[in-house]
């Protein structure tokens, strides 16, 4: 058995005033120390944090990508939670964190992610389970893939396990967010996939969205998530669309802004 290993909390943050005090109280008796690394908020996050036990770093904006592998490197321990400010521990998983962490047995730990949508908790639409690797080795692992959406690949040979309970994520609380965040989203998708070398395609911007519907409403149960799930779905649809389109556009020259 080895000894209890020490965990930096870290989260992004930017205007997140409605989220931050939940996703810190979550933290509270899991992690030794909680960093955030905030993007200039214009709201109350930063006061909000800092009245919790945080070290709180303002870094400019570059992306996604590139802020949480900043703020990864910028943490007292190497082995991190990294959540996000819309995301709160249940306590089912926090017991799973803190028998982890008095027995680290494994380079990475995955945990379901389960989603409030608009106040309702979505079980299907390809939402749930939709597991996450998040509590790792830092000296093993970073944050790879494109913007908006990129993850934590691991090292090869690296161990990792799945651990009971749910990383709460309190996601959109209208459907007009959801949409317009979709449209934001697509387009730094476009741009992350140009700056790749990815070209537009017609076939994909007319098959990939009627797929993506048909796959999270159909194969994947959207359809019983009831109205939400229709909602969830047809806006995966509009995303993928979006994406192609801009894409498309930033290889003909044209602005997307």
């Known amino acids: ?51 919790h036990d945080v070290r709180f770093v303002e870094n400019a904006w570059k992306g996604f990508l590139d802020q949480k592998n900043f703020a990864q490197g910028l943490a007292s321990f190497d082995y991190v939670l990294q959540l996000d400010a819309d995301e709160a521990l249940s306590e089912e998983l926090r017991k799973s964190i803190k028998s982890v962490k008095n027995n680290w047995s494994h380079d990475g730990y995955i945990f379901n992610r389960f989603t409030n949508y608009c106040g309702k908790w979505i079980k299907h639409s390809g939402w749930y389970p939709d597991a996450k690797l998040r509590l790792y080795d830092r000296r093993k692992g970073n944050w790879k893939g494109l913007d908006p959406h990129p993850s934590v690949f691991m090292d090869e040979e690296t161990k990792t396990q799945h651990i009971k309970g749910d990383l709460l994520h309190y996601s959109y609380t209208s ?49 019983i998530d009831g109205f939400e799930g229709l909602i969830i779905c047809r806006t995966a649809s509009y995303y993928t669309f979006l994406k192609y389109m801009y894409l498309k556009l930033i290889y003909k020259g044209k602005s997307i802004e």
């Open 1 to 51: 058995m080895t000894s209890a290993v020490k965990i930096s909390g870290v989260i992004i943050t930017y205007n997140e005033e409605k989220n931050i005090g939940r996703c810190l109280d979550s933290l509270k008796g899991i992690c030794d120390e909680i960093l955030i690394v905030d993007s200039y908020s214009t709201d109350r996050t930063k006061e909000i944090a800092l009245g």
């Open 175 to 223: 459907y007009e967010d959801h949409i317009n965040r979709s449209a934001k989203y697509a387009k730094q998708a476009a741009i992350a996939m140009h700056a790749l070398g990815k070209k537009p395609s017609n076939f994909k911007l007319v098959m990939s969205p009627a797929f993506r519907f048909l796959n999270s409403f159909i194969l994947r149960g959207g359809f």
